[in-house]
């Protein structure tokens, strides 16, 4: 007899007797796809802007991604929101970011909807969507979608990726990491990368890796099965990382310049048919250092910077590259609908001038053209955490202004190539039709005909927002059916309608003309201020790169355009409006555990993100690990927190405790005992005294004294000038017992496992500290 199924939830069909031979089994009907359905992979790319790729008229070789555009279309109207988790969220839910909660990225979340950070589980992700219809689903390399405070240990895990539908995932939960010392999450728990940089470890390698193995593994075992992979390499992130010979590819041929730049991706854009052939290249940006007006040490610097992004970008497209090789020699490609999309433009976190470091970026502490230059030679290896300078953002945003973090069309028009050769017939064509980053999954459902569920693990699903574009897949002349959508990211709005745009930029049209800096917050005058006085206005369907502002002759659309906007803001929870930039990072938000004033950690155990971790910046605080020495002696790290781009370690080496802080990449500030730590178990402790006031605004941590005591006895002390004021590595959090990530000192090599016994490490930070009276009374004396 054919075995008969019924669908899980119904009533059972056979029939049962009182004995097997008297009864007719049935079976739960499997979850299984639709026969022939195609596998869909979305590669997601970061902060790459319009006039990066090759295909889109970039000098950058990027022959894998080239093809795709060759064999599939080339969008030139896709949008995303300007920044990267909010334009993911868009991605994976078809819901606009607002109505995600993710205004922002997850650590400058605050306490409103749509800013908390905390996805909706009535906004479904299409792996939940494409679990339910027998698909394998997979995610390969950044997340960045989980509240900050819950991608450590404790959880929950809810919003973790395997929590959203993925069945498997291997990647980075946080916004970027280092690409040769990531921190890695295997499905729900941490591992440690195959190899080390010396052997020849980087991150692209291995995420590319573990996709194919990933496919591998199910297609060996049901090779019918479809898939869908969300593969996000976290480039071009910085920092930008790439082995040197990558970068030595690119020698020479950025030395004339950004304008040049333009120029050459302009033509090319429009030999290719990317831009219309009427439209004209933005304006020289007032933020940018014309070129010519850089000293030979600058332009030598500053092209460098680029050869290392475009060595960086051409190593991203080779690895994507053998992910597509795999999918041909598997007799899959065919068979697989491929979305690209970059998450936003072009990035402008390096400043004016680069960064060799860009969390200096984060902690308000100003670039210096005399220390990148003494660090060329390492941009792109793993001591460095470096950005390019604004006027390659600026270029690789070609022909529009501006660039990430605004929503004028340098920051929210994204490359975007769509490739399906069993579903498309259109072999390298354009698509001009307006879409957004919440068209995707409407699109990837009208494909594969489905209907959008109803209810996922109980929880009754919210309309989709976002358009299907199915449509134009195979008619060029198609209309867009995607007529109206609003911008906003950090004060900065925008609004789209049926061939227009206003935008009311903040704090102006660039921070040279506005006289004040990215993260300038905004009052309810000024916000009245702007509405009145502030919006520009675009008929982008004449001014495609939005060069002439017409509102003033014609204020009846522009006041319509406002007043739509704030309808959409509205329906949307776009409100209220906060322009606060890096100062968010520094709100109080919600923990898992409770507040307290001591930590205790200890050895063996995941990293713990900044966000759910003890912060000592700017407060007295105290390090005392519970040790036992052995015979001989110990060395390894007691517990760390950061990285090479900023951070603290406290550990033994040479038989002695020492204690160092990375001034974010500009100085080390060090601390050893006079004496050795001798065997047996003992109490080794640090103790940091503030001693002045921080000056954030400049980049300036509060000041102190670090003083090393073994079993309460001081046995080194030293004045630190200056400490990290927001924010220590941005890859690393604190770990107990070792310190696997790129290393805080060259003092050792990661991962530095402490080789005694760590009973436990507790991090006080009530202000109580150890008194030794002598020693105040000689430090009196030394002052006077």
């Known amino acids: 007899m054919p075995l008969k199924e019924y669908k899980p939830g119904t ?163 946080g916004g970027e990491t280092h690409q040769y010392y990531p921190e890695l999450v295997y499905d729900n728990h941490p591992v440690s990368p195959p190899k080390t940089p010396e052997e020849g470890y980087t991150l692209n390698e291995d995420l590319a890796d573990r996709a194919i193995q990933f496919i591998a593994d199910s297609k060996q075992v049901a090779p019918n099965k479809p898939f869908f992979m969300y593969f996000c390499p976290g480039a071009m992130h910085a920092p930008h990382h790439v082995p040197k010979e990558w970068a030595d590819k690119y020698k020479g041929k950025f030395e004339d310049g950004w304008e040049a730049y333009r120029e050459k991706t302009f033509a090319r854009q429009k030999e290719l048919g990317i831009v219309p052939k009427d439209a004209k290249i933005s304006r020289h940006d ?90 060329l030679d390492k941009l792109g290896g793993p001591e460095t955490f470096n950005h ?81 574009f199915a449509h134009t897949l195979g008619n060029a002349n198609a209309p867009s059916r995607h007529h109206t959508q609003y911008f906003e990211m950090m004060g900065h709005r925008s609004l789209y309608h049926d061939g227009w745009r206003a935008v009311c930029p903040w704090p102006g049209p660039s921070f040279t003309e506005a006289g004040k800096p990215f993260g300038e917050p905004i009052s309810a005058e000024k916000l009245t201020e702007l509405d009145a006085t502030g919006w520009e206005l675009y008929n982008v369907q004449k001014d495609w790169t939005e060069n002439e502002n017409v509102a003033a002759e014609n204020r009846p659309k522009l006041i319509e355009m406002i007043a739509t906007w704030y309808a959409e803001a509205g329906k949307y929870n776009v409100l209220p409006i906060d322009a606060r930039g890096v100062l968010r990072l520094a709100d109080e938000r919600p923990q898992i555990a409770v507040d307290r004033t001591r930590y205790t950690y200890y050895p063996g155990t995941q990293a713990i993100p900044a966000n759910a971790a003890v912060s000592v910046l700017n407060r007295p605080h105290s390090i005392t690990a519970d040790v036992e020495i ?41 601390v050893e005992s006079g004496e050795k730590v001798p065997e047996g178990r003992h109490k080794l402790r640090f103790e940091f005294e503030v001693t002045g006031e ?29 400490t990290t004021p927001l924010m220590l590595g941005l890859t690393s959090g604190v770990t107990c017992g070792s310190a696997p990530g790129a290393p805080v000192t060259p003092d050792y090599r990661p991962p530095f496992e402490f080789t005694g016994k760590i009973y436990s490490v507790t991090v006080d930070v009530s202000g109580k500290l150890i008194e030794d009276k002598e020693v105040g009374m000689r430090m009196v004396m030394a002052r006077q």
């Not at 068209?439 to 489905?450: F, K, Q, W």
């Open 694 to 722: 921080p000056d954030v605004a400049s980049g300036k941590g509060a000041p102190g004294r670090a003083q090393l005591y073994i079993d309460g006895n001081l046995v080194g002390q030293a004045e630190v000038p200056v």
């Open 630 to 670: 052995p015979v001989g002696g110990a060395e390894g790290v007691l517990l760390a927190h950061g990285g090479i781009d900023a951070g603290y370690s406290f550990y033994m080496k040479g038989g002695k405790l020492h204690w160092v802080h990375n001034y974010v990449a500009r100085a080390l500030y060090h």
């Open 286 to 375: 007032p933020d940018v250092k014309p070129w010519g007006e850089c000293s030979p040490e600058e332009q030598k610097l500053y092209a460098r910077m680029m050869e290392v992004f475009a060595g960086f970008l051409e190593h991203t497209d080779y690895h994507i590259g053998r992910l597509l090789q795999f999918l041909k020699d598997m007799g899959e490609f065919e068979n697989t609908l491929i979305m690209v999309i970059s998450d936003n433009g072009a990035s402008s976190e390096g400043g004016p001038t680069g960064s060799v470091n860009e969390n200096l970026f984060f902690n308000n502490v100003p670039e210096s053209l005399e220390e990148n230059l003494t660090r």
């Open 11 to 173: 009533a059972f069909p056979g029939v049962i007797g009182r004995t097997a031979d008297q009864s007719e089994s049935a079976w739960p009907e499997p979850r299984r796809a639709k026969e022939g359905a195609p596998n869909v992979l979305f590669i997601v790319l970061d902060d790459t802007g319009f006039g990066q790729l090759g295909c889109y008229g970039s000098p950058i070789n990027t022959p894998n991604l080239d093809s795709l555009a060759e064999g599939g279309l080339v969008y030139n109207n896709m949008h995303t929101t300007a920044l990267c988790s909010p334009t993911r969220t868009c991605i994976l839910t078809g819901r606009n970011h607002h109505s995600n909660n993710m205004a922002c990225i997850t650590e400058g979340s605050t306490g409103y909807p749509g800013y908390n950070g905390y996805i909706p589980f009535e906004n479904g992700f299409l792996s939940e969507m494409l679990l339910e219809h027998g698909y394998n689903t997979y995610a390969v390399g950044k997340w960045h979608l989980t509240p900050a405070d819950q991608i450590a240990s404790a959880g929950p895990y809810g919003r973790w990726p395997l929590g959203r539908g993925f069945e498997r995932y291997y990647g980075f939960l």
């Open 388 to 468: 390019y300078a604004w006027g390659w953002t600026w270029a690789g945003d070609t022909p529009f202004r501006r660039w990430k973090r605004e929503t004028y069309r340098g920051g929210v028009s994204d490359p975007f190539i769509v490739h399906w050769p069993g579903g498309i017939s259109a072999r390298g064509e354009v698509r001009t039709q307006y879409a957004h980053a919440i068209d995707m999954v409407p699109t990837i459902l009208e494909c594969l005909g489905i209907e959008p569920l109803t209810v996922i693990k109980g929880v009754t699903q919210s309309p989709i927002e976002g358009v299907s």
